[in-house]
Structures are given as structure tokens and as C-alpha cells.
């Protein structure tokens, strides 16, 4: 089966200050893909990043970058610089194959609150 | 605009009646998606589209049912069979089912009475 384990229920930092969010999970597929996505108070998931199994290149977006590492299983997720409109929930989601189709398996969800 | 749309934003279900939540896109999209979330859990596959006329199960469809008469709707159904159904309902779609991103809906909250 696959999972995904997001050990941090809930983080609460100061503005300005970099937070990474961790991102673990579990695939027999040799081939996949990673997601983030952001649900703020409003309810909405907000799609972030997609990335494949075979590009394990970091990447960076503005005050958001993501660190994958296949040999550990992990695609972490770090805001720098954080600030309060980053207060949200992040989810890490792996797809997985079946029936010939894809579904996402998310993991259960890190609540970031930044304060003022 | 485009994008997907889900109403109503709340939904209130008494015992024993059946309710539909309503999920539209005008993405063009092929594949369409239903999810439930409970507080402090991650989402869970309702059922799923890949196309047209087509429709699966996912994790926790009993108690569901769902229809795709058209590309850019696919409604869910809350029957009586589902005893527990206050959760937050969420709708998403992808270009297509295989491997793309999949964008979300703002999502219905069902209470019941």
C-alpha cells in the first residue's frame, strides 16, 4: 500500500522565520508523482507543486522551495521567511496507479500558524 | 474565468433524506473527482470520472453515488445510506486521470440536523 506521512500535526512560528514541513511516503511504482498543496481558513485546496520520480532537481519559487530526496523518500516542503498569510494547512500527496488511472493518497495534513 | 464551482457552500440534511452537492468546470477537463474531509484528516476519494458516461469507486463510496452526463458536471449524492456524512466535500478536476494535476473546487460543508 501506499502512504503518506506528514509527522508534524501542527507548527507554529514567528513571522520571518523559515519553516520546513516534512513529506514522507511509501511507493512500490517505479514511477510517480509528488504534489503540495495549501488549504487556507477559506477551505479550498490550492495546488503548489508537482513533481516527478525522475527529477529530483530542488526547486525554488519565490519564498517557496522543495527538497526531494529519493534515497530517503522524502519531499520537503520550506518557506522562507514566513509570513502570516502562509497560516494554512499544507498537505503532501503521492499519486498512485490504479485501474490504469491515477488517484492521490494525501497525507493527513501540517496546520502552520504564523503569528505577528 | 475558468475554473470549478461547488453550491451550495453549506448544505444541511435531516435524517433519512438524500442530498445533492452540486460540482461544475469549465476547464475542459476529462477527469473529475470527489473527496471527503473530516477535521484533522487528509482527504479521502469519494468516487471518481475519468470520462464521460464513466465513473468509479473510490475509497468510501458507500452511501454515495455520483453521475457524469456531461464533461463539466459531476454531482454527488448523499443518501440516507451514508450515517455519518458531516464533512467538508470536496470537487476536483484534471485534464486528464493520469498523473496531472488535479485543481480543486471550494468545497461544500454537509451538516446534518
Known amino acids: 500500500a501506499q502512504k503518506v506521512t506528514q509527522a508534524q500535526t501542527e507548527i507554529s512560528v514567528v513571522e520571518k522565520e523559515d519553516v520546513t514541513l516534512d513529506c514522507v511516503y511509501e511507493t512500490r511504482d517505479t514511477t510517480y508523482y509528488l504534489f503540495w498543496y495549501k488549504q487556507p481558513p477559506s477551505g479550498e485546496l490550492v495546488f503548489l507543486i508537482r513533481?516527478?520520480?525522475?527529477?529530483?532537481q530542488n526547486e525554488i519559487s519565490g519564498r517557496y522551495s522543495w527538497n526531494f530526496q529519493k534515497s530517503t523518500s522524502s519531499f520537503n516542503f520550506t518557506i522562507t521567511a514566513s509570513q502570516v498569510v502562509d497560516s494554512a494547512v499544507y498537505f503532501c500527496?503521492?499519486?498512485?496507479?490504479?485501474?490504469?488511472?491515477?488517484?492521490?493518497?494525501f497525507g493527513k495534513g501540517t496546520k502552520l500558524t504564523v503569528n505577528p | 474565468d475558468g475554473g470549478i464551482t461547488q453550491s451550495p457552500k453549506y448544505l444541511f440534511r435531516k435524517e433519512g433524506q438524500n442530498v445533492t452537492l452540486s460540482c461544475e468546470q469549465n476547464l475542459n477537463h476529462d477527469a473529475m473527482y470527489w473527496y471527503r474531509q473530516d477535521p484533522g484528516q487528509g482527504l479521502r476519494l469519494i468516487y471518481y470520472s475519468q470520462i464521460v458516461n464513466d465513473f468509479q469507486k473510490g475509497d468510501i463510496a458507500e452511501g454515495y453515488s455520483v453521475s457524469r452526463e456531461k464533461k463539466e458536471s459531476f454531482p454527488l449524492t448523499v443518501t440516507s445510506a451514508q450515517k455519518n456524512p458531516t464533512a467538508f466535500y470536496l470537487c476536483?478536476?484534471?485534464?486528464?486521470?493520469?498523473?496531472?494535476?488535479?485543481?480543486f473546487g471550494p468545497g461544500t460543508r454537509l451538516l446534518v440536523l
Open positions: 513533481r516527478n520520480s525522475f527529477d529530483e
Open positions: 476536483a478536476s484534471s485534464r486528464t486521470a493520469a498523473r496531472e494535476t488535479q485543481y
Open positions: 500527496a503521492l499519486s498512485e496507479a490504479q485501474g490504469g488511472s491515477e488517484k492521490l493518497v
